[in-house]
């Protein structure tokens, strides 16, 4: 845009600056490096981290060239891999792919070109044709570059259509892929499948819906495709655009249908405008995930609020909706079939959920106070932080930032999944 623009960067985040720029055309943008990541200094150590880097920011905007990455040849590069027998050669296979940044630390199934050109097959599009642009490294997600990581990921060409849609639900700008994949907590992708195609593909929804075992095989395959398009295609490797502090488990693959059968409201797809015989794909930002146990009660208020409490244990959480108005937070509901008999079993609509929750669901605002936070807080808020500490505050913006859908199996132990975005729905097409 012709503006002098450099960045201050933490040592430990320039892997991420210099691929965000070459995501962006940029060689390697102009950047002042600093020592330590200043989420968790003191404010005056931050400001003086700036002052010490003043001249070599000053020289970052008047003498560092912009320089404009060159662009790559798209070749097809054609691997062979050799043993003493297959599984063997697969073996060696493995290896490569883990030690170029392609895997997800599972053996996976080989990508050959017969592979390749069956799951292909799977999809009503040509194999060139570009699904999406993946970010955040911004890569050309064509239909065969989908389908080999959806072989790597143990897929069946049935399963490619869902994968399609997914992505293209995550490209939606609302559910801000950006920053779930760059993000320093364990943010993934959450699959939640509705309609005919849960049964015409083996979707589990009841027991261990996400997994593990046979019952979920093919949730775990088509969430596995997701993550391994997020590193291959959106570039979001570890340690270089996915700067996850810790990691979770949940990263690895997140996919559930919903038990529409034991469900007493209209089913997820339907609720948001979807007819009962399309089948959909929605995508939930999940930050974390909670268990939420109760097996003793037996009316809708006793087990609500179980799940008011279970939403106030993620603190940081109710502090995000606190901030600038592009962060918007929905959280979702997971009730097992139990549980939703029991509360629709006292006449509650999902309203009342939603109501209920967002009045009993709250934390004092003296636990999301301090000085760092108030000053960060949204313009239409800063009123708030002038209140006295016992002020109770919603975990959410709104009752309509809880989504709840009904999954699992007998037992009364549900699940609370939060986050900073929006879930989207897309219709899987063949």
Known sequence: MGIPTAGIVSSGFVPVWEARGRARGLDVPPRVVIGPTITEIPPERVRQEVLDHAADLFRALTEQPVVMAKPGSASEQL???QGEDVIEAERRLYDDFLDR?????????PPTRKAVDAMVRGASRGRNEVVVTMEPGRGLATVEKVAINSVMAGCRPEHLPVVIAALEAMSEPKFDLTRIAQSTGAHTPLLLIN??????????SGRCALGPGAPSRVNTVIGRAIRLCMMNLGHAYPGVMDMDTIGSANKYSMCMGENEEENPWEPF???RGFRGEESTVTVFPCGGHLEVPDLVSVTAETVMTAFAYSANAPLTSCWDWLR???THQEHLIMLAPDHARIIAGDGWTKNDIRRFMFHNSRVPLGVLKNPVRKSAVAPGWKWLMDRADDTMVPTVRNPQDYHIVVVGGSSGKSGYVWDWAEPVTRVIRG
């Open 195 to 204: 309609g005919p195609i849960r049964k015409e593909l083996g979707i589990n």
């Open 324 to 326: 600038p108005e592009t």
């Open 79 to 81: 691997l062979r891999y």
């Open 269 to 271: 797809h339907v609720e």
């Open 101 to 109: 940044g392609w895997g997800d630390g599972f053996p996976m199934m």
